[in-house]
């Protein structure tokens, strides 16, 4: 069977004389600083695979945020990143450049880097969000099958892990590093058995990071996103209902149906309030977690 694969304010309030105050405890400067640095003027992401889905959606948010971004998907896409580009300054009024580049090539994404540390600013968070899908029997897999969904889910998430954490470690002060993983990484699916493997790849690649990194004052999480309505899953759906004869849009609704708990296939933006919250401030003492968000398919 022929398969496709897509690239894819505070209130102040007069203390009564007779309540005596607590005793201020203060940490020493390394233990406040070790996972957060104080708010800066700016601060600047780079986010792969942004051009749709749920890499749009993640871009989309992070300028609500308040960040400025380095928008990046490969050359076929430049027209929906460009497209993303100008509704982030447009709409939000944030700074944002797109570039261009396969992720799975390091010098790429350590030109990337460079770049987007030379136009914005220092770099505070990664988002490793590129990846590729594709439906097919374990035993109709080719070499070249297997080897470019690693080339891309998980070379691709290491070069961005390993370019982003250089650069941090060069200027200092600390970052926040993000990968894409997928309930995948939790319980494979069959007739995505390399994809499965590739995203089990990212949640162990993450945690081996976020141990290493964490002297740097980095930290290295991932969030895992479940059946989500986007092109990919688009594709998968209409695979799977190819090799049962089911039509197009069944599959994913039997999904939605008999898996989520919640009831009701994902948007991007279900994925997009997890990253804004692991790039956030509030999840500082957080690293080497994959965070799934799928409407309760797999429990943890």
Known sequence: MASRTLINTAFRRRAAPSVARAPITRFPKHVRTAFSTPEQKRRTAIITGSGRGIGKAIAIRLAQDGWDLCLNDIPSNKGDVESVV??????????????????????????????????????????????????????????????RMF????????????????????????????????????????????YSASKWAVRGLTQAMAMEMAKHKITVNAYAPGIVGTKMWDLIDEELGNMVGAKKGDTIAKYSGELIALGRTSVPEDVSKVVSFLAGPDSDYMTGQTVVVDGGIIFT
């Open 86 to 147: 100008n509704e982030v300054q447009s709409t939000y009024n944030r700074k944002a450049i797109s570039y261009l580049a396969d992720v799975s090539d390091l010098k790429h994404v350590e030109a990337m880097v460079e770049e987007s540390a030379g136009s914005l600013g220092p770099l505070n968070l990664m988002v490793a969000n590129a990846g590729i899908a594709q439906v097919k029997g374990l035993l109709d897999l080719s070499e070249k099958d297997f080897r």
């Open 151 to 194: 080339e891309v889910n998980v070379f691709g998430v290491y070069n961005c892990y390993r370019a982003a954490a250089a650069k941090m470690i060069e200027q200092g002060d600390g970052g926040k590093i993000l990968g894409c993983a997928s309930i995948v990484a939790f319980k494979p699916f069959a007739l995505l058995s390399h």
